[in-house]
């Protein structure tokens, strides 16, 4: 590829980094908790009680009970947000936006060593703008991203490095097998990326290459007893012995499909250069191509990653999952395919097409961005500086207090582990019996109602608020308590 070209390509990326950059940061408190999903408040929520050191704490509380770790996610995440928040000083929602860009700018800067004559435009493709979104929300697929490229680079070390380094090759599949564990602790689809370890090292066996078979065979095993003791250790603590394998049965919606077919833009997007790159390689079988930036045995183990991850994600959903299907969930396992086909179609394009690409990407992340920018001012928001009068409000209630309506966010920088939450996912008749005295957040309720929020109603409270509150305030009213208070 010509200097020229090569720079033009390195000014888009740098663009498109400040472009999402400014997405991140500058719109953070703008959208305030509206930036927020639930698992993402819940990821804040865990960091919060690390940074306290409340490592088996349960938030928010649903119950007064003692203290226990949620099973639906793994620790990584929210360590990796309470360690960088200690060490920067900053509150986990806050860190937690430079954490992701930090994976996001370490991803280029890893495909610069993985795939450098094509890491530019390669960089643009597998973080494409319709998931640069998922860099100003609290996601574990960030981090998972950044290591999962990271793996690849030390397994093309470990392919590439003559057998007379051995101690080379043999430290890549020690960082490879820490980094299985790694994954894991993200996110619990790092299983599956363990799994394709140990049939990569099956195929390496039954090609007769016995020592880095038995190598990479012993990395998956290492992952899966790590993983029954994370799980042990999770059911050990947990008081109904929970350790983070039970699946919460989400029934499927009648208009499932009709729901997704507008949102599987990184389905298209993936199957369209996979089909690009069958219908190139069928047009020009014959033709000379320059030589891979992988080794056969990686792209063997990163197309297997993928279909890896497809098999454990159906499983989850014939286990009753389907309800929370969400396209996010899907990059992480089209990343191979991404990778494998344009990895192939840009050491056929010419470098003037490189070009034009890479222009077409900065476009639409620049589209993309000036949308967001438009709701900004044009959606309703929730500022940050509700979490603080949540707080202020909720610190003053009695002990022992059952919240109606509750906000949840106060699991974000509260400290009380006596108050509870009457909600969904708690059966509220069993649990007022517990609670020492009980109040109804009006604001909460008045806001769920305006907007048709029926799920998780408490709406035998509701009753309790005859006159209204302002919005984005904290109205809290009180039922009763057992002692008359």
Same mark, same amino acid.
């Given at each position: ?16 980094? $400040?472009?999402?950059? =400014?997405? &991140? ?6 959208? $305030? ?29 649903? !119950?007064?009970? @003692? ?18 928040? &200690? ?41 494409? @703008? ?10 574990? !697929? ?18 590439? &490095? ?53 190598? =990479?065979?012993?990395?998956?095993? $290492? ?73 056969? !045995? ?32 899907? /990059? ?9 086909? /344009? ?23 620049? #589209? ?27 610190? &003053? ?37 517990? #609670? ?22 408490? =709406? ?5 608020? @005859?006159?209204? #509150? ?10 009763? #308590?057992?002692?008359?208070?």
């Amino acid at each position: 590829m010509p200097k020229g070209l090569h720079w033009a390509l390195r000014a888009i990326v740098l663009a498109q980094i $400040g472009i999402v950059t =400014w997405d &991140t940061l500058a719109l953070r408190d703008a959208y $305030g908790l509206r930036r927020v999903r639930f698992d993402g408040l819940e990821y804040l929520a865990m960091a919060h009680s690390l940074r306290q050191g409340e490592a088996l704490r349960s938030t928010p509380l649903l !119950e007064p009970q @003692p203290y226990r770790w949620i099973g639906e996610w793994p620790l990584g995440y929210p360590a990796l947000i309470a360690v960088t928040s &200690t060490i920067t000083g900053t509150e986990p929602f806050h860190n937690s936006r430079w954490l992701n860009l930090f994976c996001y700018i370490g991803t280029y800067l890893l495909l610069l060593w993985i795939a450098k004559p094509i890491a530019e435009i390669l960089f643009l493709i597998v973080w494409p @703008p319709n998931m640069t979104w998922t860099v100003g929300f609290v996601l574990s !697929e960030n981090p998972f991203m950044f290591f999962f490229t990271l793996l690849i680079g030390i397994a093309k070390i470990f392919f590439t &490095t003559p057998k007379a380094l051995s101690r080379h090759r043999y430290g890549a599949i020690v960082g490879i097998a820490l980094l299985l564990w790694v994954l894991f602790l993200v996110r619990y689809a790092g299983i599956a990326v363990g799994a394709a370890a140990g049939l990569t090292g099956l195929w390496l066996l039954l090609r007769q290459r016995y020592t880095d078979g038995i190598l =990479w065979i012993g990395t998956a095993v $290492g992952q899966g007893l790590f993983a029954v003791a994370y799980f042990t250790w999770n059911s050990y603590h947990d008081p109904t012995g929970e350790g983070g394998l039970t699946m919460r049965e989400m029934p499927v919606p009648p208009d499932l499909f009709v729901q997704l077919l507008p949102q599987m833009g990184i389905v298209y997007y993936a199957g369209a250069g996979a089909a690009l790159a069958l219908l190139l390689r069928a047009l020009s079988a014959n033709s000379p191509r320059p030589p891979s930036t992988l080794p056969y !045995e990686v792209k063997l183990f990163l197309g297997i990653s993928g279909f890896a991850q497809l098999v454990l994600y159906a499983v989850s959903m014939l286990a009753g999952r389907v309800g929370i299907v969400d396209m996010r969930h899907f /990059w992480p396992m089209l990343l191979p395919i991404c990778w494998l086909s /344009w990895e192939y179609l840009l050491r056929v394009l010419p470098g003037y097409l490189h070009l034009g690409l890479g222009i077409a990407l900065l476009v639409w992340q620049g #589209c993309n961005t000036y949308r967001h920018a438009r709701q900004r001012t044009a959606a309703e928001h929730l500022p940050y500086s509700y979490i603080q009068a949540v707080v202020n409000a909720y610190d &003053t209630l009695p002990p022992h207090t059952c919240i109606a309506g509750g906000s949840r966010v106060y699991a974000l920088s509260g400290k009380r582990v006596d108050l509870a939450f009457v909600g969904r996912d708690s059966y509220w008749p069993v649990l007022l019996r517990r #609670c020492a005295c009980l109040y109804v957040d009006c604001a909460l309720l008045a806001e769920k109602v305006r907007i048709g929020a029926s799920t998780g109603m408490p =709406w035998p409270f509701v009753r309790y608020c @005859p006159s209204p #509150c302002a919005r984005d305030t904290v109205c809290l009213r009180k039922v009763g #308590c057992a002692n008359s208070r």
